[in-house]
């Protein structure tokens, strides 16, 4: 299973735009990249998933390159309430008993 | 409103007794998850079912135990052989087939033993 590093933790600005990176080298051909959102004492809350180039929902984008070694998070004109922790998984069909929630970043936005 | 429920929010339990955590979906979502959250760390799997009448452990099912008897519930029992229980407690529950489905997360159970 592909394992994933991101930053521990990230500052920001309310109306900064905010990227967050995620490396996972050993990515497999069929593995899909996901990211989730959780506020304290919280479920996560999917925010979005891509298997190549770019994706974008109402909420943010996501970019990942075309060697798929890593994948940004693009969180577009911050406010208070994106303040949370961002987790990264990797999987492909069949992972959901797999996949791997890390640390995830701790974004702290401020005024 | 469709969704999956956790009760109780909050559970306080005397050290050796067994405890059992609800969890229901309403989704019609297959498979089903346990992940445990230790305060400033990530989830951690517990155990995940695919199917009715069928479950796996995850990657620290010692000390805990699951049932799958109907679609829609899948409560995780705390054993009192679960050396350090307080923690945070979310169920999860997913469509199965195809690309990597999303995880749905219920609001959590807070359990401390005392």
């Known amino acids: 299973l592909a394992k994933t590093t991101q930053p521990i933790s990230m500052d920001s600005y309310e109306g900064q735009e905010v990227n967050i990176t995620c490396s996972h080298n050993?990515?497999?051909?069929?593995?899909?990249i996901t990211w989730y959102q959780q506020f304290p004492s919280q479920g996560p809350r999917f925010i979005i998933q891509?298997?190549?180039t770019k994706v974008t929902n109402e909420v943010a984008s996501l970019f990942i390159p075309a060697d798929r070694k890593s994948s940004t998070l693009s969180l577009p004109r911050v406010s208070l309430s994106d303040t949370a922790v961002y987790y990264c998984?990797?999987?492909?069909?069949?992972?959901?008993?797999?996949?791997?929630f890390g640390k995830g970043t701790k974004l702290s936005v401020k005024p | 409103d469709g969704g999956i429920t956790q009760s109780p929010k909050y559970l306080f339990r005397k050290e050796g007794q067994n405890v059992t955590l609800s969890c229901e979906q309403n989704?019609?979502?297959?498979?089903m998850y346990w992940y445990r959250q230790d305060p400033g760390q990530g989830l951690r799997l517990i155990y995940y079912?695919?199917?009715?009448?069928?479950?796996q452990k995850g990657d620290i099912a010692e000390g805990y135990s699951v049932s799958r008897e109907k679609k829609e519930s899948f409560p995780l029992t705390v054993t009192s052989a679960q050396k350090n229980p307080t923690a945070f407690y979310l169920c999860?529950?997913?469509?199965?087939?195809?690309?990597?489905?999303?995880?749905?997360f219920g609001p959590g159970t807070r359990l401390t033993v005392l």
């Open positions: 999860a529950s997913s469509m199965e087939g195809g690309r990597p489905d999303t995880q749905y």
């Open positions: 050993n990515i497999a051909t069929n593995d899909y």
């Open positions: 891509g298997y190549k």
């Open positions: 998984l990797v999987g492909g069909v069949g992972s959901q008993g797999n996949l791997i």
């Open positions: 989704l019609n979502h297959d498979a």
């Open positions: 079912s695919q199917i009715v009448n069928d479950f």
